[in-house]
């Protein structure tokens, strides 16, 4: 079986452009989330979909949005960007399993550096 | 609010020793506690989860952790190191693992180089 894919591996942005990421999480699994990773440090959690709603979110500016669609693939849009945005940004799907989180699996991310 | 810390962002250990990964957890409710290994240039991948029930929990590649609520310690080994261990470990807890706002809180991560 696929595991979680995410599109493009890598991306060179300059600052106040605007980044759409794409994660395709692993088949059956309804809910997404989304973490960034700046080098050196551990993965920040940005945001959590499960069944097309937002379900949590971390502690980013309004500039981070993200969605989720009916086929529970997932963007997340990153405008006017900022240097310090050059991270790693990784998704990972989880089974909801009668009513209970599954560990989530993780993509190999999309780096991503801002010029 | 959930935090996680890890003793020694390296680690350094001879290839056949043992591998001793440090974390320590904060968390207001019961935690839910994973180790997961991060390889170059990849995404991270779950080595054992602690959720309830036994403390002592085993997970891929021969490692372990054991749950110790006393201590809020959820500390890695590895009784004999093999040089693909060599990568970045991150411990992490979680508020909870019903479906609603779930979210992994990770330490710094402890990177480990395996010496021949």
């Known amino acids: 079986d696929a595991g979680v894919t995410q599109s493009p591996t890598h991306l060179i942005k300059t600052r106040g452009q605007h980044v759409t990421l794409r994660c395709s999480p692993i088949?059956?699994?309804?809910?997404v989330s989304w973490y960034q990773q700046v080098l050196g440090q551990g993965p920040q959690f940005i945001f959590q979909?499960?069944?097309?709603?937002?379900?949590g979110r971390g502690n980013f500016p309004d500039r981070f949005s993200a969605r989720q669609f009916p086929n529970y693939s997932s963007e997340l849009n990153v405008n006017a960007l900022l240097l310090g945005d050059s991270a790693l940004y990784l998704c990972a799907s989880s089974l909801i399993r009668d009513g209970w989180d599954q560990p989530q699996h993780f993509g190999d991310g999309t780096r991503l550096s801002i010029l | 609010a959930q935090s996680v810390t890890q003793l020694g962002s390296h680690v350094s250990v001879s290839e056949g020793a043992l591998v001793l990964l440090r974390c320590n957890y904060s968390s207001s409710v019961p935690p839910y506690l994973f180790w997961y290994v991060q390889y170059p240039n990849q995404g991270l991948q779950l080595l054992l989860k602690y959720t309830t029930g036994a403390t002592l929990v085993k997970g891929i590649n021969g490692f372990e952790a054991e749950f110790k609520k006393s201590e809020t310690s959820f500390h890695l080994t590895k009784p004999s190191a093999h040089m693909s261990d060599a990568a970045e470990y991150f411990c992490a807890v979680s508020d909870g693992i019903k479906a609603a706002g779930n979210k992994l809180t990770f330490g710094g991560g402890t990177r480990v180089l395996v010496k021949p």
């Open positions: 979909y499960y069944e097309k709603e937002e379900r």
């Open positions: 088949s059956g699994h309804k809910s």
